[in-house]
């Protein structure tokens, strides 16, 4: 996100089978907000931060033959994932780039749909990364996003290390350049800027310890509360402790996991 920065959680194959257990736990959600969109066959479509193309792919679905979608991703491994798995569906409607926004050039007043999942709170302006996007919108057209504001995660029983993990994570956001508030600017950015704010709705998710929004995040704090330590976001002593304390909650029974809120949003371009 940027020529400089990295995607913070990493590009890699964890990572990769990590985005589509994501994808798979948070697909209801993501589901619920195309149908309030109403994507009509014929769009053209941008996937911002397509990863390895698991939206792109339900795009593709609903833009039908006669439509297009466009997946723009900066990693390489995650676009040839992709890119094979369409050559194998020989699916011909559907439009590669690899590099980050910031280098791309996009026609303007082009797609009907422009769609980010997790995107807008990683890059390091993402006003100006927000505004180039509108630019590529046509008049009418729709921008969607989903992304964290990042409060309500938490661990019950209360009382451990992992009571601190909110701010932890927003600062994990921050050491590669994100705003984990961004989503709340959106609404503002929107008025300033001619696009009529559709929907702004926040989405959680929560279950016990046999749920999969619990495995979502036993697989992201399993990896990932160490690297915040590797990039001194907190103390190794820090990591060590809400490790500790997560992997304690799993042999309990009582235990309940809540996700960060997500919020759906969606604009139009008068």
């Known amino acids: 996100m940027g020529e400089n920065k990295e995607y913070i959680l990493g590009t890699n194959q964890t990572e990769l089978e990590r985005l589509g257990f994501q994808h798979k736990v948070w697909k209801k959600i993501t589901d619920s907000f195309f149908d309030r969109i109403n994507i009509q066959k014929g769009w053209k479509c941008l996937d911002v931060g397509a990863g390895p193309g698991f939206v792109s792919m339900e ?4 833009v039908g033959e006669g439509g297009e979608v466009t ?3 900066p990693s390489e491994l995650f676009l040839n994932n992709f890119k094979e798995h369409c050559s194998k ?5 559907v439009n590669f780039i690899h590099g980050n926004l910031e280098e ?10 422009i769609f980010l999942r997790w995107v807008i709170d990683f890059v390091p302006e993402p006003e100006k990364f927000l505004l180039k996007l ?8 729709v921008i969607a996003i989903e992304d964290y504001n990042y409060e309500g995660i938490a661990l019950f029983p209360k009382g451990g290390a992992f009571d601190n993990i909110t701010e932890t994570v927003r600062n994990y956001w921050r050491a590669g350049g994100g705003d984990p508030y961004f989503i709340s600017k959106i609404p503002l950015i929107f008025k300033s800027n001619n696009i009529e704010l559709l929907d ?3 989405q959680s998710l929560a279950g016990d310890t046999d749920s999969d929004i619990y495995e979502w995040a036993n697989r992201f704090f399993s990896v990932h509360l160490q690297i915040m330590a590797d990039l001194k976001v907190i103390s190794q002593k820090e990591s060590d402790e809400m490790l500790a304390d997560w992997n ?10 809540f996700s960060p809120i997500m919020v759906d949003v969606t604009g139009r371009k008068k």
Do not use: R, W
């Open 59 to 62: 795009l593709i679905d609903k």
């Open 71 to 73: 997946a723009l991703e």
């Open 89 to 93: 569906k020989d699916i011909k409607n």
């Open 104 to 113: 791309t050039d996009l026609e303007n007043d082009h797609y009907d749909l």
């Open 134 to 141: 509108l630019s590529a919108l046509k008049k009418g057209g």
């Open 200 to 202: 702004f709705s926040p």
């Open 248 to 257: 304690v909650h799993k042999s309990d029974p009582s235990t309940v996991f």
